[in-house]
T-cell receptor
Framework: NAGVTQTPKFQVLKTGQSMTLQCAQD?????MSWYRQDPGMGLRLIHY???????DQGEVPNGYNVSRSTTEDFPLRLLSAAPSQTSVYFC??????????????FGPGTRLTVL | AQSVTQLDSQVPVFEEAPVELRCNYS??????LFWYVQYPNQGLQLLLK??????LVKGINGFEAEFNKSQTSFHLRKPSVHISDTAEYFC??????????????FGAGTRLAVHP
């Protein structure tokens, strides 16, 4: 049971390039999400998904796309990278909608630098 | 709107001394509260959570927190810290969104530095 995995761990992009951050979970969780972490701002929600085929925007969705074709995977796409997207990105997953609370499990993060 | 304020951005402390990391929240509804720890270059790990019941919550690594509804606080404490407790600590509150997803709203973080 690997939990939540993310690839790559580090990435450097030039302004305007596109890329996909990968996230996978093997806990059969319904919910998955992407957060970005910036100094002095904690973590902020980018996008989330409540199940395969269902996604919604969080606080800071601009410049990012997501899709959820399977329960296990939730990739985050940067369409045209900008220096403001330099950040550490965390993927998280949590359990089932029947419960009033589901603990979120975080991946190890992807450190992205946009030059 | 819900928000979280961590009152100290950095807390230096000597080894074996007690420590308190302060967290205040604002919310118009009942809340779930959390403390996460992030060790250098790692992801977030849940330290403890308050969902309901006893206002004193015990977590991993000897940490505990007290939920105070009247003061809207959820301060984290440890009676004796170790060098290995050096990390960044995040307080968070949960907001339930459409579809049942519990979004986490994080404070800015407190960097705990334990010195020998």
């Amino acid at each position: 049971n690997a939990g939540v995995t993310q690839t790559p761990k580090f990435q450097v992009l030039k302004t305007g390039q596109s890329m996909t951050l990968q996230c996978a979970q093997d806990m059969n969780h319904e919910y998955m999400s992407w957060y970005r972490q910036d100094p002095g701002m904690g973590l902020r929600l980018i996008h989330y998904s409540v199940g395969a085929g269902i996604t919604d925007q969080g606080e800071v969705p601009n410049g990012y796309n997501v899709s959820r074709s399977t329960t296990e995977d939730f990739p985050l796409r940067l369409l045209s990278a900008a220096p403001s997207q330099t950040s550490v990105y965390f993927c998280a997953s949590s359990g089932r909608r029947q419960l009033s609370y589901n603990e979120q499990f975080f991946g190890p993060g992807t450190r992205l630098t946009v030059l | 709107a819900q928000s979280v304020t961590q009152l100290d951005s950095q807390v230096p402390v000597f080894e074996e001394a007690p420590v308190e990391l302060r967290c205040n929240y604002s919310s118009s509804v009942s809340v779930y509260l959390f403390w996460y720890v992030q060790y250098p270059n790692q992801g977030l790990q849940l330290l403890l959570k308050y969902l309901s019941g006893s206002t004193l919550v015990k977590g991993i690594n000897g940490f505990e927190a007290e939920f105070n509804k009247s003061q809207t606080s959820f301060h984290l404490r440890k009676p004796s810290v170790h060098i290995s407790d050096t990390a960044e600590y995040f307080c968070a509150v949960s907001l339930r969104l459409s579809g049942g997803y519990n979004k986490l709203i994080f404070g800015a973080g407190t960097r705990l530095a334990v010195h020998p």
